[in-house]
Nanobody
Framework: QVQLVESGGGLVQAGGSLRLSCAAS????????MGWFRQAPGKEREFVAA????????YYAASVKGRSTISRDNGKNTVYLQMNSLKAEDTALYYC??????????????????WGQGTQVTVSS
């Protein structure tokens, strides 16, 4: 069983930055695929970014591309999401997700087996 714990959320003014962290407890790192999703009140859960655990290939939603960077530190079993130039529409509960292999469609929540509890990001306008 994979355990995921997010941290780093908080309240920030528009234009500011945050770095979210996802600490993972896993036995095999070579093939695991990691992703970030977010969900605002009254909205569906949406894809933000994803990264392969061993090779570092990255994927981004159009809404955050150019403002966000997903990265990893295998030694710390941690995946990060650096978010810059934050906007009010970035306000949401952010979830870390994991899957043993890369799914065909990386943006679909149903293709991920493991999820964290979420960390709240609130951007004031």
């Amino acid at each position: 069983q994979v355990q995921l714990v997010e941290s780093g959320g908080g309240l920030v003014q528009a234009g500011g930055s945050l770095r979210l962290s996802c600490a993972a407890s896993v036995r095999t790192f070579s093939t695991y695929f990691m992703g970030w999703f977010r969900q605002a009140p009254g909205k569906e859960r949406e894809f933000v970014a994803a990264i392969t655990w061993d090779r570092g290939s990255t994927y981004y939603a159009a809404s955050v591309k150019g403002r966000s960077t997903i990265s990893r530190d295998n030694g710390k079993n941690t995946v990060y999401l650096q978010m810059n130039s934050l906007k009010a529409e970035d306000t949401a509960l952010y979830y870390c997700a994991a899957h043993p292999v890369r799914p065909q469609y990386v943006s679909l929540p149903v293709h991920y087996d493991y999820w964290g509890q979420g960390t709240q990001v609130t951007v004031s306008s």
